[in-house]
């Protein structure tokens, strides 16, 4: 049987979605919000010192 995989979407406001999710008391919206694990963040931010340009989480994420 096949089982549709759950649709995430990237967002910058990361931690801003999680907490509105749980604020609204809404499972729907708290299963689709997405946390990339830490080590996305320290490689945009090493990245971010070795080039001055921001990526976004998804495009770090997506390369690593």
């Known amino acids: 049987m096949y089982k549709k995989p759950v649709q995430l ?7 801003e979605d999680f907490y509105e999710a749980i604020a609204s008391n809404n499972t729907r919206i708290l299963n689709k919000v997405h946390i990339p694990k830490s ?3 320290y490689v945009r931010e ?5 080039t001055g340009e921001w ?3 998804d495009h770090v994420e997506r390369a690593m």
């Open 9 to 15: 979407y990237a967002s910058e406001r990361v931690i």
């Open 39 to 41: 080590d996305v963040f």
């Open 46 to 50: 090493a990245m971010y010192n070795r």
């Open 55 to 57: 990526y976004s989480l």
